[in-house]
């Protein structure tokens, strides 16, 4: 699947659709999983099942987005996905057609491949696999949707008071792991007047404004490609006077 959505990028470039690159591929999609015999790697390594296939529009934001940002080296993701979000927009339907087919061949080739992975499999392997599967499922989701609203532009999330402090006494500290400079860095906030944790307070209120401004600003951009599904039900507006717990 990897190697094909890399050949998408150059038959798009080429001018090919989705529908010439399929034309005659025939057992050619299956050649990565062509075993004979079904081993137990089916229930102890699900690194090799084939993955769902990426929609037009990600396809198409995944391609674009490496040239906007050597285009663009000093803009934020969140403005080039609303570039990108615009050029799709008004990318001709002739063009869009390419991601589409393109969609719609990977869908089935993967629909195909799992077909024919689950028919060689026992019941009893059926059953194993099924499980992992859903347990791969459960610990990935939440990274998988991570990275993809990472590739998306969302905006990262406020920072406390003490997290602003953490980080910047982290990367003052040289001496010792990870955990001692946690530690020693934990008593120097708990021995901070509340004039001195007022500052680091201010910051927080700041972020938090800063991440409601670019959120808003975010969302209203995936509204307009169809990504109604990333929206907040419910909108928190940052307080002017928000107290922060020391």
């Given at each position: 699947m990897a190697l094909l959505?890399?050949?998408?990028g150059v038959l798009n470039a080429l001018g090919k659709s989705g529908a010439d690159l399929c034309a005659g591929c025939g057992s050619r999609l299956r050649s990565p999983f062509s075993f004979a015999y079904v081993p137990k790697w089916f229930s102890s390594n699900m690194s090799g099942y084939p993955k769902k296939p990426m929609t037009s529009y990600v396809r198409?934001?995944?391609?674009?987005?490496p040239i906007f940002k050597a285009q663009n080296p000093d803009a934020k993701n969140?403005?080039?996905i609303k570039k990108i979000a615009k050029l799709w927009r008004e990318l001709p339907?002739?063009?869009k057609k390419i991601y589409e087919d393109?969609?719609?061949a990977d869908w089935q080739a993967y629909k195909e491949e799992i077909n024919r992975i689950q028919e060689q499999l026992t019941p009893s392997q059926m059953v194993s696999l099924e499980k992992e599967i859903m347990q791969k499922r459960l610990k990935k989701k939440a990274l998988i949707k991570k990275r993809e609203l990472t590739m998306l532009g969302k905006p990262k999330r406020p920072r406390s008071a003490y997290n602003i402090f953490i980080a910047e006494r982290f990367q003052e500290a040289r001496d010792g792991t990870s955990q001692v400079k946690l530690k020693a860095i934990n008593e120097n906030w708990k021995n901070l007047s509340n004039s001195q944790k007022q500052v680091?307070?201010?910051l927080a209120r700041d972020d938090k404004i800063r991440y409601y401004n670019e959120m808003k600003s975010w969302?209203?951009?995936?509204?307009e490609v169809g990504r109604e599904d990333l929206i907040r039900r419910s909108i928190k507006y940052p307080a002017k006077n928000d107290p922060e717990k020391f």
């Open positions: 959505r890399g050949m998408w198409f934001s995944k391609e674009q987005l969140s403005e080039l339907e002739s063009e393109a969609y719609r680091y307070v201010q969302e209203e951009q995936m509204m």
